[in-house]
């Protein structure tokens, strides 16, 4: 879009050195350690100082899940966070305290482009603290198309359903759900994924959660750590669950020894892009089924998010400021695209490809039937950091499914009072 590129010359002016005689501004990048999201960074960058050789961008990277939160919450608070860094929006964002260590961008001409939902899940009253990166995307069971075709099953609407398929895909001798423990941020999927179902039986739980008035442990948020109990019970896992990655999940989807696999649709579609192309066709997602078929509905995350610390001040804030908008400029788009969306863009400047994944046609089906809910996490800020851990227990068979629920109930409740929400 011109706009955004005359934007962001303009920004740009500010950003040379004085005289220029002492070299780029340089700027530090952060993002996650996964091999996808360094590969889009170094895309993003080398386009970037392309258009900007003002500018010199280093790239630095974190993992993912609660080590990557705390690597965060500590940079922060130190005041040593990188220039621009990637973080989740919703509720992660809320428990960085924005308005003390994050820099608004709610005056940013872009802003104006950037759908109302994402822009709430990156904001607080004093300010709006998150670019959009990458698409929404959906939350439930990838599966292979292959394997449900030979086996002739049909996607289930209910979790009664569900399991029926399962037990016919254990006798074909497939495993039925793979579960990769050893990356243990994608053991939140049956619980998370199912909060559309939540709230289509209840649609204000997420404000009376938010008011300290719900809990997991009570039905309908309980159903959700029940099933994962259930399936852990019926032995419907991998043999290696506990020690199996979230890479060698997808190779196990995408070459028939495994049938499904809970996961965001964006993690799915990239990994699948890079590593087996051919196969990207082979691959669907349905919701995690509630119990009752009428409450099935497929759970929506909203993008990740940029940010810029308020400890970036001056010639570099331009700089990262620039960086941000470059993201989702023309050029940027394109390169968001050959990652692989997953789901609608939130900015109005960037558009899908017309050959988009199956998967994304799945969730755009849903979508058009008015069955998608959005995840807790856009809903509330109270999400507890050890949920990953609780789940793994949980889906191990340390912890039952009620001591999961009521261990997450504790870790939300200090969660919570950290943020002084009353009713906590």
């Not at 501004?25 to 590969?39: E, H, N, P, R, S």
């Amino acid at each position: 879009m011109p706009a955004i590129v005359a934007a962001s010359a303009l920004v740009l002016a500010g950003c040379s050195s004085p005289g220029g005689d002492a070299g780029p501004t340089k700027i530090t990048f952060l993002t996650w350690t996964d091999d996808l999201a360094v590969q889009q960074a170094e895309s993003m960058i080398d386009a970037f100082e392309e258009e900007n050789p003002d500018i010199e961008i280093v790239l630095d990277t974190y993992p993912a899940g609660a080590e990557g939160d705390n690597i965060v919450k500590t940079r922060l608070a130190t005041g040593e966070m990188s220039d621009v860094f990637l973080y989740n929006s919703g509720a992660l964002m809320q428990a960085l305290n924005p308005d003390s260590t994050l820099y608004s961008l709610a005056d940013e001409p872009w802003m104006a482009e950037v759908a109302d939902d994402f822009q709430a899940a990156v904001a607080t009253d004093q300010g709006v603290y998150g670019a959009p990166t990458g698409t929404a995307q959906a939350g439930g069971i990838i599966y292979s198309k292959k394997v449900y075709d030979e086996l002739g099953l049909s996607v289930p609407e209910s979790w009664g359903d569900f399991m029926a398929n399962n037990e016919k895909i254990k006798e074909a001798g497939i495993t039925p759900v793979f579960q990769s423990y050893a990356d243990t941020w994608t053991a939140q999927m049956i619980v998370l994924g199912s909060f559309a179902n939540v709230t289509a039986v209840d649609p204000d739980w997420a404000e009376e959660f938010t008011a300290g008035k719900r809990k997991y442990a009570d039905e309908p948020a309980f159903a959700g750590f029940e099933h994962l109990q259930e399936l852990a019970d019926a032995g419907l896992f991998n043999e290696d669950y506990a020690s199996a990655t979230y890479n060698e999940a997808v190779g196990a989807l995408v070459e028939g020894t495994a049938a499904q696999y809970p996961l965001l649709t964006n993690a799915m579609i990239r990994n699948v892009r890079q590593n087996y192309p051919d196969a990207i066709d082979d691959l669907g997602i349905f919701p995690i089924p509630a119990d009752d078929p009428a409450d099935t509905r497929l759970t929506m995350w909203q993008p990740n998010a940029l940010y810029v610390p308020a400890s970036t001040e001056g010639e570099k804030r331009d700089a990262a400021l620039a960086f941000v908008e470059f993201f989702n400029s023309p050029a940027g788009c394109e390169i968001q695209n050959e990652s692989e969306p997953g789901g609608p863009y939130v900015i109005s400047s960037c558009e899908l490809p017309e050959d988009v994944a199956p998967i994304v046609t799945d969730v755009e089906q849903w979508f058009d039937e008015g069955k998608t809910g959005l995840s807790i996490g856009f809903l509330s800020p109270v999400k507890g950091p050890n949920l990953e851990n609780i789940l793994v227990e949980v889906g191990s068979g340390i912890s039952s499914a009620q001591q999961g629920a009521e261990a997450y109930d504790a870790d939300v409740k200090k969660q919570a009072q950290q943020l002084g929400l009353p009713g906590w």
